[in-house]
């Protein structure tokens, strides 16, 4: 029923079906149980690799460009606490950040001056030691379900047919077009609600095949065995130490796109999108009302 | 809206608190640790197979050198080890003995002269501690390989346990590790006597500091005065392998 839908929107043929094409309000088929199984196991995984990641950040909260890079050479990004007052320092610009970084309450009272807070790192207590072992375990968890989902989202097409953007989604006033709808909050109604527009696919395959792999292999950069086994991981990365910014950018850009997606959620109606994420059924939204739409809008431009 | 609001925070609050909460109770539970531990052997093998036994880490030229060499853990030592180590150094360590034994044919006992004397490696490595920091160096040596050869390693041999003079911690536990013979035997593997062009300095571990160069600092012990081996390591000290992985929860296997 998706697959049908999902072939006969955006040709600019849907009158000829429209029979078949399940109407605004009906509830149909969304993600598949790969999508699902994975989405929920990767979202697990990924927060407690971005919280115990900060717990292993505080170990050293300062970054470098190279391969080398200690407490006597100069960081490009440091937190750190000076006096009674916490910042954040990149290059020559710093940032006062009492109270969330560098200097902070703990829940008990006492005050911290460790990088980040209790609230964001895995454990929340200082332990390097445990914030690695949550790291490693859920490193192996993010690896092996993200590869098995990448091999069966190309055996099934589903990269292929529902991410890989159509020639015409990728004119620049296409996309244009989509980014002012978004910023309209008008998002796609009906069975068009069905396909993933084109900042949709954009933004997840960025996610799926440049910042998660990314992270795997600055991750893996850090290792000085890998880096024995596949040198060419230090070159590509341009040093260990390089490759240890380059996984802190990365987690934030992933943070990032964590925070646009939940807030996307929201928007579009959190019951619907997170019902279709576990059952998988996903009701099409309804012509929006008349009084959401600006009256100069053409009305042409309703998806 | 604000119904939204307050299910958002609701939701937030609830799943942030439960599992910060769970988070931080799990990680003071030994069976929780035991299961996160349990992907330490499953790293190491694959790691294993995908690293060469005798695969090198890379080696810098001197011009990659950091321009100063943090210096972290203990920056001197004491007795442990049963040595004077204050009286060694006064003296230069001229009475300094390296003793081999446990699972060897030869007991050694080696003064600095002799390692110098056996033939030696020269490496510019990467030393990366496990807060994540790293410093690159020059180290020379003696190859571990030469001497446990000199020795006679037994067939049942496993590891070799570095027992160093200094202690660390509240507690002054003495500061020990271990490794297994695919690094004992790896050709970057060395006893360093020099460091940088001079002798390996104070704060840095001397006389001995030991190079395990594809694994994090705290395996590379410093001030070594003997070398034991052993088939297990159950029964040195608290039977992890090692005094960080005794006293801190860290993985005997640092190869990440």
Same mark, same amino acid.
């Given at each position: 029923?998706?697959?049908?839908? @999902?072939?006969?929107?955006?040709?600019?043929?849907? =009158?000829?079906?429209?029979?078949? @094409?399940?109407?605004?309000? @009906?509830?149909? =088929?969304?993600?598949?149980?790969?999508?699902?199984?994975?989405?929920?196991?990767?979202?697990?995984?990924?927060?407690?690799?971005?919280?115990?990641?900060?717990? #292993?950040?505080?170990?050293?909260?300062?970054?470098?460009?190279?391969?080398?890079?200690?407490?006597? !050479?100069?960081?490009?990004?440091?937190?750190?606490?000076?006096?009674?007052?916490?910042?954040?320092?990149?290059?020559?610009?710093? #940032?006062?950040?009492?109270?969330?970084?560098?200097?902070?309450?703990?829940?008990?009272? !006492?005050?911290?001056?460790?990088?980040?807070?209790?609230?964001?790192?895995?454990?929340?207590?200082?332990?390097?030691?445990?914030?690695?072992?949550?790291?490693?375990?859920?490193?192996?968890?993010?690896?092996?379900?993200?590869?098995?989902?990448?091999?069966?989202?190309?055996?099934?097409?589903?990269?292929?047919? !529902?991410?890989?953007?159509?020639?015409?989604?990728?004119?620049?006033?296409?996309?244009?077009?989509?980014?002012?709808?978004?910023?309209?909050?008008?998002?796609?109604?009906?069975?068009?609600?069905?396909?993933?527009?084109?900042?949709?696919?954009?933004?997840?395959?960025?996610?799926?095949?440049?910042?998660?792999?990314?992270?795997?292999?600055?991750?893996?950069?850090?290792?000085?065995? &890998?880096?024995?086994?596949?040198?060419?991981?230090?070159?590509?990365?341009?040093?260990?130490?390089?490759?240890?910014?380059?996984?802190? #950018?990365?987690?934030?850009?992933?943070?990032?796109?964590?925070?646009?997606?939940?807030? &996307?959620?929201?928007?579009?109606?959190?019951?619907? @999108?997170?019902?279709?994420?576990?059952?998988?059924?996903?009701?099409?939204?309804?012509?929006?009302?008349?009084?959401?739409?600006?009256?100069?809008?053409?009305?042409?431009?309703?998806? | 809206?604000?119904?939204?609001?307050?299910?958002?925070?609701?939701?937030?609050?609830?799943?942030?608190?439960?599992?910060?909460? $769970?988070?931080?109770?799990?990680?003071?539970?030994?069976?929780?640790?035991?299961?996160?531990?349990?992907?330490?052997?499953?790293?190491?093998?694959?790691?294993?197979?995908?690293?060469?036994?005798?695969?090198?880490?890379?080696?810098?030229?001197?011009?990659?050198?950091?321009?100063?060499?943090?210096?972290?853990?203990?920056?001197?030592?004491?007795?442990?080890?049963?040595?004077?180590?204050?009286?060694?150094?006064?003296?230069?360590?001229?009475?300094?003995?390296?003793?081999?034994?446990?699972?060897?044919?030869?007991?050694?006992?080696?003064?600095?002269?002799?390692?110098?004397?056996?033939?030696?490696?020269?490496?510019?490595?990467? +030393?990366?501690?496990?807060? $994540?920091?790293?410093?690159?160096?020059?180290?020379?040596?003696?190859?571990?390989?030469?001497?446990?050869?000199?020795?006679?390693?037994?067939?049942?041999?496993?590891?070799?346990?570095?027992?160093?003079?200094?202690? *660390?911690?509240?507690?002054?536990?003495? *500061? *020990?590790?271990?490794?297994?013979?695919?690094?004992?035997? +790896?050709?970057?593997?060395?006893?360093?006597?020099?460091?940088?062009?001079?002798?390996?300095?104070?704060?840095?571990?001397?006389?001995?500091?030991?190079?395990?160069?594809?694994?994090? $600092?705290?395996?590379?012990?410093?001030?070594?005065?003997?070398?034991?081996?052993?088939?297990?390591?159950?029964?040195?000290? $608290?039977?992890?392998?090692? *005094?960080?992985?005794?006293?801190?929860?860290?993985?005997?296997?640092?190869?990440?």
């Amino acid at each position: 029923m998706a697959d049908e839908a @999902e072939m006969d929107i955006g040709q600019g043929e849907a =009158k000829s079906v429209v029979s078949t @094409e399940p109407q605004p309000g @009906e509830l149909v =088929k969304r993600h598949r149980i790969s999508t699902r199984l994975w989405h929920w196991t990767n979202a697990i995984a990924i927060i407690v690799l971005l919280m115990s990641g900060l717990s #292993i950040f505080n170990a050293h909260p300062r970054l470098y460009w190279g391969s080398y890079g200690a407490n006597p !050479d100069t960081p490009w990004l440091e937190i750190g606490g000076e006096g009674t007052r916490g910042y954040l320092q990149i290059g020559e610009t710093q #940032i006062t950040t009492t109270g969330v970084l560098g200097r902070w309450r703990e829940p008990d009272g !006492d005050t911290s001056t460790r990088a980040f807070p209790s609230w964001a790192t895995i454990p929340g207590y200082y332990s390097l030691a445990m914030g690695r072992l949550w790291h490693f375990f859920f490193a192996w968890i993010f690896v092996l379900s993200g590869l098995a989902y990448w091999a069966w989202s190309f055996g099934n097409r589903h990269v292929q047919r !529902d991410l890989t953007p159509k020639r015409k989604e990728l004119s620049l006033k296409h996309i244009w077009h989509d980014i002012s709808q978004h910023a309209r909050l008008r998002f796609p109604t009906g069975a068009a609600a069905l396909n993933y527009n084109i900042l949709q696919k954009l933004s997840y395959l960025i996610v799926l095949f440049v910042l998660l792999p990314l992270i795997v292999l600055t991750g893996l950069t850090m290792s000085p065995t &890998m880096d024995a086994a596949w040198p060419w991981l230090l070159d590509l990365f341009g040093g260990r130490q390089s490759a240890r910014s380059i996984h802190f #950018i990365v987690a934030f850009l992933i943070g990032v796109f964590i925070v646009v997606h939940l807030v &996307m959620v929201v928007l579009a109606g959190p019951f619907n @999108e997170i019902r279709s994420m576990i059952t998988g059924k996903f009701r099409l939204p309804k012509e929006r009302e008349p009084k959401l739409a600006p009256p100069e809008t053409p009305a042409e431009e309703t998806a | 809206m604000a119904i939204i609001t307050t299910r958002r925070k609701l939701i937030a609050g609830l799943g942030s608190s439960v599992l910060l909460a $769970g988070c931080d109770s799990w990680s003071r539970s030994d069976r929780v640790k035991n299961i996160l531990s349990s992907a330490e052997g499953l790293t190491m093998r694959a790691q294993r197979l995908v690293t060469d036994r005798n695969a090198l880490a890379r080696e810098f030229t001197m011009d990659d050198l950091s321009p100063s060499f943090r210096a972290n853990g203990s920056r001197t030592a004491d007795t442990a080890a049963g040595v004077d180590y204050q009286a060694l150094l006064a003296n230069n360590f001229a009475d300094y003995r390296l003793e081999v034994d446990g699972l060897v044919s030869r007991p050694l006992s080696l003064s600095l002269a002799d390692l110098r004397a056996m033939p030696s490696r020269t490496q510019i490595t990467r +030393h990366d501690c496990v807060e $994540g920091w790293s410093a690159i160096g020059q180290w020379t040596g003696t190859p571990l390989s030469r001497v446990l050869d000199l020795a006679g390693l037994r067939d049942s041999a496993n590891y070799i346990v570095f027992h160093c003079a200094d202690t *660390y911690g509240s507690q002054d536990r003495p *500061y *020990y590790e271990s490794i297994d013979l695919v690094d004992a035997f +790896h050709p970057q593997t060395i006893l360093a006597y020099d460091m940088n062009g001079g002798a390996v300095p104070e704060r840095h571990g001397a006389p001995i500091r030991a190079r395990i160069e594809r694994q994090l $600092g705290y395996k590379h012990a410093k001030f070594v005065m003997r070398l034991e081996a052993v088939d297990s390591l159950d029964e040195i000290y $608290g039977g992890k392998g090692g *005094y960080w992985e005794d006293n801190g929860d860290y993985a005997w296997y640092a190869g990440v």
